[in-house]
């Protein structure tokens, strides 16, 4: 059985930086694709970013892009998200998923574990 624990959330003015960790038991990732997604209040589960196994491709969403950076580290089975230039609209519960798979996918019923979720918010 593969769990997940994030780690990292917490409270953060408008243009501060976080960062968010995953780290995996039960499984090794090193050949699939761990991502992370969002939920804010009311909101549905959004994709965030995804990085394969072997860390050689990621993809982001558009509003993350050149602020954000996935990457992994295959001998600690973790993963990590490095948040920078955070917005208020950045305010959510983050989530790790892992999808048994080598093909990234920005969906969340592509994935097949998830954690239980960090909160960040994010204040103007």
């Known amino acids: 059985q593969v769990q997940l624990l994030e780690s990292g959330g917490g409270l953060v003015q408008a243009g501060g930086s976080l960062r968010l960790s995953c780290a995996a038991s039960?499984?090794?990732?090193?050949?699939?694709?761990m991502g992370w997604f969002r939920q804010a209040p009311g909101k549905e589960r959004e994709f965030v970013a995804a990085?394969?196994?072997?860390?050689?491709?990621?993809y982001y969403t558009d509003s993350v892009k050149g602020r954000f950076t996935i990457s992994k580290d295959n001998a600690e089975n973790t993963v990590h998200l490095q948040m920078n230039a955070l917005k208020p609209e950045d305010t959510a519960v983050y989530y790790c998923?892992?999808?048994?798979?080598?093909?990234?996918?920005?969906?969340?019923?592509?994935?097949?574990?998830w954690g239980q979720g960090t909160q960040v918010t994010v204040s103007s």
């Open positions: 039960g499984r090794s990732t090193s050949r699939y694709v």
């Open positions: 990085i394969r196994g072997s860390g050689s491709s990621t």
């Open positions: 998923a892992l999808r048994t798979s080598f093909v990234i996918v920005t969906v969340a019923p592509g994935y097949n574990y």
